[in-house]
């Protein structure tokens, strides 16, 4: 049973638009709930994190809303840049420091 | 740079052998996690250990396994070798295994088994 499902699986944004990525989630023992960027030929690396206790986190272009009773949480790239372009991964993490990861978004950005 | 090292970087084998992949976590880190990630199963947590025992277990397959060294550094060792065992593995650190501690990825061990 797929605990965390992603969607879209890929968008193409035109520089400067918004990409919105979304994640629901089954297990409600996920403590924390982190995105991940992911570049080729790279590790994932830790892009912005939300705890369940606050419903919207925003730090620069990116934007985490968080809606508890739905088991769903969303990733907002505002202005998005080609730079942005890369795959997106949720990762809710259950006890412990376990990340279940999401299927990935992999997101074009077109200048 | 997320400061964990993985070596090698690419290894190709043959079905059946047995392979062993290294990960040198962050100065400081005492946790240490593998992944793997493939096309069909995505990115699957397999091992975590801490400061050298074993803490966590996920999806990993009895012919896999792991442990991690006093001096923290941490290595997979995967056996019997089969096609689908093709994928990248990466390693993860974090300063403690508890919550909310930013795990660090590796540049990734891209395996092939031929």
């Known amino acids: 049973q797929q605990q965390v499902k992603q969607s879209p699986q890929s968008l193409i944004v035109q520089k400067g638009g918004i990409s919105i990525i979304n994640c629901a989630y089954e297990n409600t023992a996920f403590d924390y709930f982190p995105w991940y960027q992911q570049f080729p030929g790279k590790g994932p690396a830790l892009l912005i994190a939300?705890?369940?206790?606050?419903s919207e986190k925003k730090e620069g272009r990116f934007t985490i809303s968080f809606n508890k009773s739905a088991k769903q949480f969303s990733l907002h790239i505002m202005d998005s840049q080609p730079g942005d372009s890369a795959t997106y991964f949720c990762a809710p993490k259950a006890a412990g420091n376990k990340l279940t990861f999401g299927g990935g978004t992999r997101v074009l950005v077109k200048p | 740079d997320s400061g964990v090292t993985q070596t090698p970087k690419h290894l190709i084998t043959a079905t059946g052998q047995r392979v062993t992949l290294r990960c040198s976590p962050r100065?400081?880190?005492?946790?240490v996690y593998w992944y793997q990630q493939s096309l069909d199963q995505g990115l699957q947590f397999l091992i975590q250990?801490?400061?050298?025992?074993?803490?966590a277990k996920g999806n990993i397959l009895e012919r896999f396994s792991a442990q991690q060294f006093p001096d923290l550094h941490s290595e997979l060792n995967l056996s019997s070798l089969e096609l689908g065992d093709s994928a990248l593995y990466f390693c993860a650190s974090s300063a403690r295994g508890g919550s909310y501690n930013e795990q660090f990825f590796g540049p990734g061990t891209r395996l092939t088994v031929l």
């Open positions: 250990y801490y400061n050298g025992e074993e803490r």
């Open positions: 100065s400081g880190d005492l946790s």
């Open positions: 939300i705890r369940p206790d606050v």
